[in-house]
Every structure is written in structure tokens, then in C-alpha cells.
């Protein structure tokens, strides 16, 4: 993925967690996608990484092809951008969802129903579905014979 705009500014800032570099580009272009979509993004370098707002990320992972052959010619991104499923963690703020379905419904190309689900007790989905998974039998056998075969 290319990012590219007109620099508008650099901030260097001091905290007591580190150095952040904030560089905010004016009219940038993300993907390649069926549209290409104009926006406004801050850039945070810490220590060598770069943190994309959530929003960006998913957009980006869904506007690229999928690796090997797992869906043949199906295309999925319709599902993706349709099941959209937030839990634990910071999906916890007040408003993400809302927030969410706005950021992707702005990046997301027009054709996309956007659909940003958050469960009341998301914040506990993860164990849930951990707990799903451990209870069913075919996990069960798939788990015995990784026993057997690491030992």
C-alpha cells in the first residue's frame, strides 16, 4: 500500500513514554481500489512503528486480494465489509461502533453496505468463543491428536 499527499506539517513531541513524530499529509490516496478515496490522516511514529486508526487498517486489508487460491473466485469482501464484529479491549470506548461504521463508510468503496456490530458484553466475546470452541467434539479430537502427535 502507497501513501502519498501533500506534507502539511511535522510535530516532534517529548512524553515521558518516548519520542512521537506526528506527520500529517493533506489530500492523501488510499489503495487502489474501484474508487480512490481522499483523506485527511496523522501518521504517529513511535520508536519505528507506525499506528493506523483501526478504520484504515480494515479497509486496506479488505481493498487487497487474498493470498493462494483459499476462495477461488469468490469474492468476499461484501461479507467482510457486511460483518463487521468489534470485542474486547478498546472496542470497549463509548460510541466506537457508531464512530467505526462512519470512518469505514467514508473509505469504503459506495457499493458496500457497511454493517459495525457491538455486543453488549463484548468484552467478554473472546473467552465466549474460546469456551464455544474447547466444548466442541471435532475441536476435541483435532486437540487429542496434537497431544499424541507432540508427544
Known amino acids: 500500500m502507497i501513501w502519498y499527499g501533500e506534507l502539511v506539517d511535522v510535530q516532534h513531541t517529548k512524553n515521558n513514554l518516548g519520542s512521537l513524530l506526528n506527520i500529517r499529509l493533506a489530500d492523501a490516496d ?20 507506525i ?13 487487497r486480494k487474498p493470498k493462494g487460491n483459499h476462495f477461488g473466485n469468490i469474492d468476499i469482501k461484501k461479507d467482510l465489509y457486511g460483518n463487521i464484529v468489534l470485542s474486547d479491549g478498546s472496542t470497549m470506548f463509548p460510541g ?6 462512519k470512518e469505514i463508510t467514508a473509505l469504503a468503496p459506495s457499493s458496500m453496505k457497511i454493517k459495525v456490530v457491538a455486543p453488549p458484553k ?23 491428536l496434537a497431544l499424541i502427535t507432540y508427544e
Request: proline share 0%; glycine share 10%; hydrophobic share 50%.
Open 122 to 144: 463484548r468484552k467478554y466475546s473472546v473467552w465466549i468463543g474460546g469456551s464455544i470452541l474447547a466444548s466442541l467434539s471435532t475441536f476435541q479430537q483435532v486437540h487429542h
Open 96 to 101: 466506537i461502533a457508531d464512530r467505526m461504521s
Open 30 to 49: 488510499l489503495g487502489d481500489g474501484e474508487k480512490k478515496t481522499k483523506i485527511w490522516i496523522i501518521l504517529v511514529v513511535v520508536v519505528g512503528l
Open 51 to 63: 499506528c493506523l486508526g483501526i478504520h484504515i487498517f480494515l479497509v486496506w486489508r479488505f481493498k
